[in-house]
T-cell receptor
Framework: EAQVTQNPRYLITVTGKKLTVTCSQN?????MSWYRQDPGLGLRQIYYSMNVEVTDKGDVPEGYKVSRKEKRNFPLILESPSPNQTSLYFC???????????FGQGTRLTVV | GESVGLHLPTLSVQEGDNSIINCAYSNSASDYFIWYKQESGKGPQFIID?????DKRQGQRVTVLLNKTVKHLSLQIAATQPGDSAVYFCAESLSYKLSFGAGTTVTVRA
């Protein structure tokens, strides 16, 4: 079954404590991205990767890092989380341009 | 920057009626459009897509219309069912960038 798997699904953390949200896909897609979803704002792109070792900033990259060492994994790193990063995060993959994006189940992050 | 907006944040529909959800996109260069459905606690799920060289595409109970002249996209759902209650997003794509609007919450009344 084609899947995009995020972990953890829920996380409560304190300001400044580094955390990583993992994303893994089994569809052999080259393109992966991270979004955050906030009420009234829809989904906003944080970072994206077009292939292994190729990453670039999306619309709201401040405070986030990513890496793409393997095709299947695309972790999102918050080096020093702040309360304004409290949000619902989604990882997505696409086979190529002009194809649908497949989303993970989401990670609800709360930073206190 | 690019943005995609939906005309109405909420839509209430009687079960069995047809639903129409509208979306205005901003980038005339966008060449691919997608509608997603998001149910509570889940990630967005693909409903239907359309390329810029088309103006209409039909799926099972859903139809997407694209009007490039006014940069407008709509999703029509036939015979709306309780299971159609969700948040609906339109998205526009240019190259690998996929931009989403704020979404429309559809509530189906029994």
């Amino acid at each position: 079954e084609a899947q995009v798997t995020q972990n953890p699904r829920y996380l409560i953390t304190v300001t400044g404590k580094k955390l990583t949200v993992t994303c893994s896909q089994n569809m052999n897609h080259e393109y992966m991205s991270w979004y955050r979803q906030d009420p009234g704002l829809g989904l906003r792109q944080i970072y994206y990767s077009m292939n292994v070792e190729v990453t670039d900033k999306g619309d709201v990259p401040e405070g986030y890092k990513v890496s793409r060492k393997e095709k299947r994994n695309f972790p999102l790193i918050l080096e020093s989380p702040s309360p304004n990063q409290t949000s619902l995060y989604f990882c997505a993959t696409r086979l190529s341009m002009n194809t649908e994006a497949f989303f993970g189940q989401g990670t609800r992050l709360t930073v206190v | 920057g690019e943005s995609v907006g939906l005309h109405l944040p909420t839509l209430s529909v009687q079960e069995g009626d047809n639903s129409i959800i509208n979306c205005a996109y901003s980038n005339s260069a966008s060449d691919y459009f997608i509608w997603y459905k998001q149910e509570s606690g889940k990630g967005p799920q693909f409903i239907i897509d359309i390329r810029s060289n088309m103006d209409k595409r039909q799926g099972q109970r859903v139809t997407v219309l694209l009007n490039k002249t006014v940069k407008h996209l709509s999703l029509q759902i036939a015979a709306t069912q309780p299971g159609d209650s969700a948040v609906y997003f339109c998205a526009e794509s240019l190259s690998y960038k996929l931009s989403f609007g704020a979404g429309t919450t559809v509530t189906v009344r029994a």
